[in-house]
Nanobody, 123 residues
Framework: QVQLVESGGGLVQAGGSLRLSCAAS????????MGWFRQAPGKERDFVAA????????NVADSVKGRFTISRDNAKNTVYLQMNSLKPEDTAVYLC????????????????WGQGTQVTVSS
C-alpha cells in the first residue's frame, strides 16, 4: 500500500500561484510514476501532469502547459505541482496518484490516490 496526502491548496486570486505537495508513505516512492489530476463538481476527473519514477520525464496537459510544473524529490518522498497564472477554470479538487507501471494521463493506470486538496481561484 501507498498512502498519499496532498497539501497546499487554498483560495487565490486569478493570476496568482500555489504550490501543491503530495507526501507518500508505505512503499518505495521511487518505484512509482506520479500524477496530478483534478476534479470539479459534477465533472470527470481530468489529467493535469505526470512525472516518471526518476523525475527525468514529465507530461503536462495542454490546458495547463506553460503554467503548471510537476516535480518530485525522491529523498523526501514528495511530488509537487507548481501552479502559476491561475485562472478561475483551474478551480477543482486536486488529487495526486501513484502508478506502479507507467506515468501517463489515464485515471485507470494509477493504483493509489490521495484524498485531494481544494484549489479555488477567484476572478
Amino acid at each position: 500500500q501507498v498512502q498519499l496526502v496532498e497539501s497546499g491548496g487554498g483560495l487565490v486570486q486569478a493570476g496568482g500561484s500555489l504550490r501543491l505537495s503530495c507526501a507518500a508513505s508505505g512503499r518505495t516512492f521511487s518505484n512509482y510514476g506520479m500524477g496530478w489530476f483534478r476534479q470539479a463538481p459534477g465533472k470527470e476527473r481530468d489529467f493535469v501532469a505526470a512525472i516518471s519514477r526518476a523525475g527525468s520525464g514529465t507530461n503536462v496537459a495542454d490546458s495547463v502547459k506553460g503554467r503548471f510544473t510537476i516535480s518530485r524529490d525522491n529523498a523526501k518522498n514528495t511530488v509537487y505541482l507548481q501552479m502559476n497564472s491561475l485562472k478561475p477554470e483551474d478551480t477543482a479538487v486536486y488529487l495526486c496518484a501513484a502508478a506502479s507501471v507507467g506515468w501517463n494521463g489515464k485515471v485507470y493506470e494509477y493504483d493509489y490516490w490521495g484524498q485531494g486538496t481544494q484549489v479555488t481561484v477567484s476572478s
